[in-house]
C-alpha cells in the first residue's frame, strides 16, 4: 500500500517538471520583435527586434547567462513621394517670318510697337522735303575759297544729312563740309557743278567757274601748297610740249608711258615763281631728251601728259617714241 502511494507521488512530481519544463521551453522560442512606428513619407524607419533565450541560462556552465544582441536594420520604405509641382510658367513666343530691319509694332510687344510707330510716325512727318543753297552759282580764283550754305525745309526737319558730288575734280576740291556749310577751293581754271543731296534724295546744285590766278609773275614768290596747282601744273606741261616741238619732234597725244618724269614735290618747301619752276622743268625735260635721242630729234615723236600723285602732288610724264616709216 505504501509502494502504491509512493510511485503515485513520482508520477505526481514527474509530471510537474515535464509541465514547467515545456512552459519554459514555449517561452524561450517565442520572439516578440519591437517594432516602431513608422516615419513619414521617404525616411528610414529602425526596427529593433529584440531576442532572449531563456533556456540558454539553464543549460551555461559558466552560470552567466549570454545576452542576445540587438541589431538594428534601416530599411526603406517602397513607398514613392509625389510632390506638388509648381504651376509652370511660359515665356511668350517670340514672332517668326518677321522681315529684316523693320520696326513693327504688330509683330512685338505691344508696348514697344506702341513707341515704335510713334517714332516712324515723328520721322515721316518731320522728313526733309527740298533743300537750297545759299549760292546757284559762284566764282573764284585758284587758290581761293569760298563757303556755300545748305539750308533744310521745314525748318524742324529731322536727319540734316547730305552727300556731295563734284562734276569735275580738278577744278575745285571740298575742303570741309559739314550737314550746312560746304568749303570750296578753286585747284584750276574751268568750270564745274556742285550736286548737294539730301539723305533722302531732295538735289541742290551750284555751277562754279574758277578763274586764273592773275598773281603769278615773275617775281612772285608764293608757297608751293599753293603754286602747285592743277592750273599751273597743266601750264607748265604745256610749256613742256612746246618747248619739245621746237626740237622737231611731233606729238602724238596716244602715246603712255614713262621716259622722263618731272616730281612736282622736288620743290616742296621752296619759294620760287611760275616762270622759275618752269625754266627748271623744260631745261631737265631738253637734257635728258638730247641724251635719249642723242640729238636727231626730227626721228621720234612724243607726248607730254600730268598724272596727280594724291596729295597735292603731281607728276608731268614725257614719252618718246621713234617715228614709224
Known amino acids: 500500500m505504501k509502494r502504491h502511494r509512493l510511485a503515485i507521488l513520482l508520477t505526481a512530481i514527474l509530471c510537474a517538471l515535464c509541465a514547467a519544463s515545456c512552459s519554459a521551453s514555449k517561452e524561450s522560442s517565442t520572439t516578440e520583435p519591437t517594432t516602431r512606428p513608422s516615419s ?50 511660359t515665356s511668350p513666343t517670340a514672332p517668326k517670318d518677321i522681315p529684316a530691319d523693320t520696326i513693327d509694332g504688330d509683330n512685338i510687344n505691344p508696348n514697344l510697337g506702341s513707341i515704335a510707330n510713334r517714332v516712324a510716325n515723328d520721322i515721316a512727318s518731320n522728313q526733309v522735303t527740298s533743300i537750297s543753297l545759299s549760292s546757284s552759282e559762284l566764282e573764284l580764283s585758284v587758290g581761293d575759297t569760298e563757303k556755300v550754305d545748305v539750308t533744310y525745309y521745314p525748318e524742324g526737319a529731322m536727319y540734316k544729312l547730305c552727300s556731295v558730288n563734284v562734276s569735275n575734280k580738278n577744278v575745285i576740291e571740298i575742303t570741309d563740309k559739314t550737314n550746312k556749310t560746304i568749303s570750296i577751293k578753286g585747284k584750276s581754271a574751268g568750270t564745274c557743278v556742285i550736286t548737294v543731296v539730301s539723305a533722302n534724295g531732295h538735289k541742290a546744285t551750284c555751277s562754279v567757274t574758277v578763274k586764273r590766278n592773275e598773281t603769278i609773275t615773275d617775281d612772285s614768290k608764293i608757297p608751293h601748297s599753293d603754286l602747285c596747282t592743277a592750273e599751273n601744273v597743266n601750264r607748265w606741261a604745256a610749256e613742256i610740249t612746246s618747248a619739245c616741238s621746237s626740237l622737231g619732234m611731233k606729238q602724238n597725244s596716244s602715246l603712255k608711258g614713262v621716259d622722263i618724269a618731272i616730281d612736282t614735290t622736288d620743290n616742296k ?41 594724291g596729295g597735292g602732288e603731281y607728276y608731268i610724264n614725257v614719252v618718246i617714241s621713234k617715228e614709224q616709216e
Open 269 to 309: 618747301d621752296q619759294k620760287k615763281s611760275f616762270n622759275e619752276v618752269k625754266a627748271e622743268y623744260v631745261q631737265t625735260v631738253k637734257s635728258q631728251l638730247e641724251a635719249l635721242t642723242e640729238g636727231d630729234y626730227k626721228n621720234y615723236v612724243f607726248n607730254c601728259y600730268t598724272e596727280s600723285k
Open 40 to 89: 513619414t513619407i521617404d525616411e528610414q524607419v529602425e526596427t529593433e527586434p529584440a531576442t532572449e533565450i531563456g533556456s540558454t541560462a539553464a543549460t551555461d556552465p559558466s552560470g552567466t547567462a549570454k545576452k542576445t544582441k540587438k541589431t538594428k536594420s534601416k530599411t526603406s520604405k517602397n513607398q514613392t513621394a509625389t510632390r506638388p509641382n509648381p504651376t509652370a510658367t
